[in-house]
């Protein structure tokens, strides 16, 4: 029966539990108390030396360089979400993905009736929450040494952009915690269906600008940056509101359905490899492995948001219109920028696809499978 | 081989998939995108096999080590280093790099293999 109030005991076992794991990531030899002691040092320490480091940069900044208001406040927002917007990637294509639902320590949890909502509270949100007050308080040091340059409604609106993208990485999470391991598989038919209507999405979205080309062009005054800024301002703050309004919903599913029981996911009907090399073997095994663990899920759906986006793309390149290709000067920046995004991706799922095919994963199955094959002296010892 | 082939395959078509949009929106493509994936992931694979007490949780996966992210952040840095720079012998020599490393992770896998004690069968 589920219990309305999270109680500290449960909290503090599962703080406990955070603890150890990372000790025996660090593999440490120091007794858990100590460990603690030494998290808990290290987390108050960090915030006065982090706002030390953030004020003293900003005044260098300062000093050597006389920017205007407008590339500072270009640059916090970008430097802002990247950040956030990279951190909110990591929250849901990597491994963090699967820390309450679909954990590898989930029948641990039930057996010890710690609930979910006290493992979302310490894995999830206590993580979340301590990023984005590092960011925060390098946000508020830099707000704080330009205060005269980025007066008045722009500073209002320059804060609510770290704020609604905390909010958002939250919902995000207790959103995968929820329902993270209960993923519907869609069809190839659906999926088919979804790609030509994408594609047909992009073409209709290129010929748009040159169907208004001859209508009235979008003209930016020099009194547009107070207007945009309340805008973007009611913008972060609705995004904050109805973000933490999921959040809330959802942490409260949390306690009411946390860590049930649920049918594998497992069947004897898993999709064979298309192209079996016959000098390889092993590759349809591990393919085979690969598709009926559950990481498998959010690899598929990686590939099918970038198959999506090229579709898009595409279709609007297929339009001839003049938005893409993109002017020669932003070719450096894009090449970089996706070299920055497929780093980050290529991070979380790389981190996925090692976790149940990696050679920790599956190194005794790769030594059986060369005893059999490669080395069968060893196994006429 | 198997192994590292199949968990390289996964990386390369997934950095030809960002490759893609970038050309799209670009005009070119930035061929040595799926170079990064290869290096990337053979990185990881060659710190996995490096690490000297490789933990597995209860269902079997492999833990987080602090050993492993280290390393493999740091021997896939040089890869992405030349993938973000403009001359073309950079990136050449990024692509060539993560080449090696794939060769590498290869040989990495199969020592650890190699290696480990002969109970696979229990």
Same mark, same amino acid.
Not at chain 1, 146 to 164: E, K
């Given at each position: 029966m589920p219990r309305s109030r999270t109680s500290a005991s449960g909290l503090r076992a599962t703080a406990d539990f955070l603890l150890y794991e990372r000790l025996n990531a660090l593999g440490w030899n120091v007794p858990l108390p100590v460990f603690r002691l030494l998290c808990l040092a290290g987390s108050a320490a960090m915030v006065p030396v982090l706002l030390t480091v953030a004020l003293l940069g900003a005044h260098l900044l300062r000093r050597t360089t006389e920017l205007p208001g407008a590339v500072l406040a270009g640059g916090f927002l970008v430097l802002n979400l990247y950040g956030g917007g990279v951190y909110l990637l990591r929250e849901a294509f990597s491994r963090r993905r699967?820390?309450?639902?679909?954990?590898?320590?989930?029948?641990?949890?039930?057996?010890?009736?710690?609930?979910?909502?006290?493992? =979302?509270?310490?894995?999830?949100?206590?993580?979340?929450?301590?990023?984005?007050?590092?960011?925060?308080?390098?946000?508020?040091? =830099?707000?704080?040494?330009?205060?005269?340059?980025?007066?008045?409604?722009? &500073?209002? #609106?320059?804060?609510?952009?770290?704020?609604?993208?905390?909010?958002?990485?939250?919902? @995000?999470?207790?959103?995968?915690?929820? +329902?993270?391991?209960?993923?519907?598989?869609?069809?190839?038919?659906?999926?088919?269906?979804? #790609?030509?209507?994408? =594609?047909?999405?992009?073409?209709?979205?290129?010929?748009?600008?040159?169907?208004?080309?001859? #209508?009235?062009?979008?003209?930016?005054? &020099?009194? $547009?940056?107070?207007?945009?800024?309340?805008? $973007? &301002?009611?913008?972060?703050?609705?995004?904050?509101?109805?973000?933490?309004?999921?959040?809330?919903?959802?942490?409260?599913?949390?306690?009411?359905?946390?860590?049930?029981?649920?049918?594998?996911?497992?069947?004897?009907?898993?999709?064979?490899?298309?192209? +079996?090399?016959?000098?390889?073997?092993?590759?349809?095994?591990?393919? +085979?492995?690969? @598709?009926?663990?559950?990481?498998? $899920?959010?690899?598929? +759906?990686?590939?099918?948001?970038?198959?999506?986006?090229?579709?898009?793309?595409?279709?609007?390149?297929?339009?001839?219109?003049?938005?893409?290709?993109?002017?020669?000067?932003?070719?450096?920046?894009?090449?970089?920028?996706?070299?920055?995004?497929?780093? $980050?991706?290529?991070?979380?799922? @790389?981190?996925?696809?090692?976790?149940?095919?990696?050679?920790?994963?599956?190194?005794?199955? =790769?030594?059986?499978?060369?005893?059999?094959?490669?080395?069968?002296?060893?196994?006429?010892? | 081989m198997s192994a590292a082939l199949y968990c390289n395959a996964h990386a390369v078509v997934l950095a030809a998939g960002v490759a893609a949009v970038a050309g799209l929106l670009n005009g070119t493509v930035p061929w040595h995108l799926p170079f990064l994936g290869l290096g990337v992931m053979s990185a990881s694979l060659i710190a996995e096999s490096l690490a000297s007490v490789p933990k597995r949780l209860v269902d079997g996966t492999s833990a987080p080590g602090v050993f492993v992210a280290c390393v493999s952040i740091g021997l896939a840095l040089p890869a992405l280093a030349g993938s973000t720079a403009h001359l073309l012998f950079l990136r050449l020599l990024a692509a060539f790099y993560s080449v090696c490393l794939f060769t590498g992770a290869i040989t990495c896998i199969g020592r650890r293999i190699r290696t480990l004690p002969s109970r696979s069968a229990r």
């Open positions: 699967h820390t309450v639902s679909g954990s590898p320590n989930e029948g641990f949890y039930r057996a010890l009736d710690i609930r979910a909502r006290d493992v =979302f509270l310490v894995y999830c949100a206590a993580r979340i929450l301590s990023f984005h007050s590092a960011l925060l308080t390098v946000d508020a040091a =830099f707000l704080f040494v330009f205060r005269d340059v980025l007066a008045g409604s722009v &500073t209002l #609106g320059l804060i609510c952009v770290p704020l609604a993208l905390c909010a958002v990485t939250l919902a @995000v999470s207790a959103r995968l915690a929820v +329902r993270a391991g209960t993923a519907v598989t869609v069809g190839p038919g659906v999926f088919a269906a979804l #790609g030509l209507v994408v =594609f047909v999405t992009g073409l209709a979205a290129g010929m748009l600008p040159d169907a208004g080309a001859s #209508g009235v062009g979008v003209s930016c005054g &020099t009194g $547009v940056v107070g207007p945009l800024a309340l805008a $973007v &301002t009611v913008a972060c703050a609705g995004l904050t509101v109805a973000a933490l309004r999921c959040f809330a919903r959802d942490v409260r599913r949390l306690d009411r359905d946390a860590f049930a029981i649920r049918p594998s996911v497992r069947s004897a009907a898993l999709p064979a490899m298309v192209f +079996r090399p016959g000098r390889l073997p092993l590759l349809a095994v591990l393919h +085979r492995h690969f @598709v009926s663990s559950r990481t498998a $899920v959010m690899i598929k +759906r990686t590939y099918a948001v970038l198959l999506m986006a090229v579709l898009l793309l595409a279709g609007v390149r297929v339009s001839g219109s003049e938005v893409l290709p993109l002017p020669g000067g932003a070719e450096r920046p894009v090449t970089r920028t996706a070299v920055a995004l497929g780093f $980050v991706l290529l991070l979380g799922s @790389v981190e996925l696809v090692l976790a149940t095919s990696g050679p920790t994963a599956l190194g005794p199955q =790769f030594r059986f499978a060369w005893e059999r094959t490669c080395c069968p002296i060893v196994t006429s010892r | -």
